[in-house]
């Protein structure tokens, strides 16, 4: 699941909306996709995706999995056909679950 979480930031930091979208888990592209009313490869670049800098820290709970980064943290699952992310570009808050700029309902 690192992988994908280091190929979704990877994708984003070079421009490559197409790539970053297929690493999103199908509810999360289709939210992103209406919330946006666009193409997920432009939406997903309008969502200014912070870099994923600083090593990372990876916690997996059965089919669910976060990975950490210094300044974004990103949530996966996993799918019959692979890792997808389900929600990215979250930032912890004081009181409550995590702020998200990209997730799926």
Known sequence: MRGVADAFYAAIGSDDGGTACAALAPNTRRELQQSAKAPCPRAILSEEVPAADGAAAVQVFGTMAQVRYADDT????????????????????????????IKGG
Do not use: K, N
């Open 74 to 101: 990103v949530f996966l699952s996993r799918f019959r056909f692979g890792w997808r992310v389900l929600a990215a570009a979250c930032v912890p808050q004081a009181h409550g679950p995590y702020d998200c700029r």
